[in-house]
């Protein structure tokens, strides 16, 4: 079972909070918050993940996934740390998010199966 840790930053309360769950479910430790603001300070506070799974669309005041991004790129350590882009953007695709510096995208409404497989796969699971 997985021991990794993922920050998850999405401004929606209820899908927020059904990611929790099942990642809870899946054994990872999960650190939840609202925006990119909050998860930088979050960052700040010396919690580590092992991924980011980042809501880009977040209304004011909130910071939205392009800010976090930004951000985290300023940040050697943080810059290291996977991101998984959620988006209901129906033109996103991977080459997009990977061209922010994320590992892969993940549409919503989210299907939990390939969350998951997006997340084993960010983070190398089952590989090797």
Known sequence: MPDETILIVED?????????????????T???????KEAI?????????????LDMLVPPPGADGWRFLKARAGDPALAAVPVVITTALGIASDQWAVSLGACCLVHKPVDTADLLTAIRRCLGEGQG
């Open 12 to 28: 929606n309360e209820v899908q927020r909070e059904g990611l929790a769950i099942v990642l809870r479910k899946e054994g990872y």
């Open 30 to 36: 999960v650190f939840p918050t609202a925006d990119g």
């Open 41 to 53: 300070a979050l960052l700040k506070s010396g919690v580590a993940p092992d991924l980011i799974l």
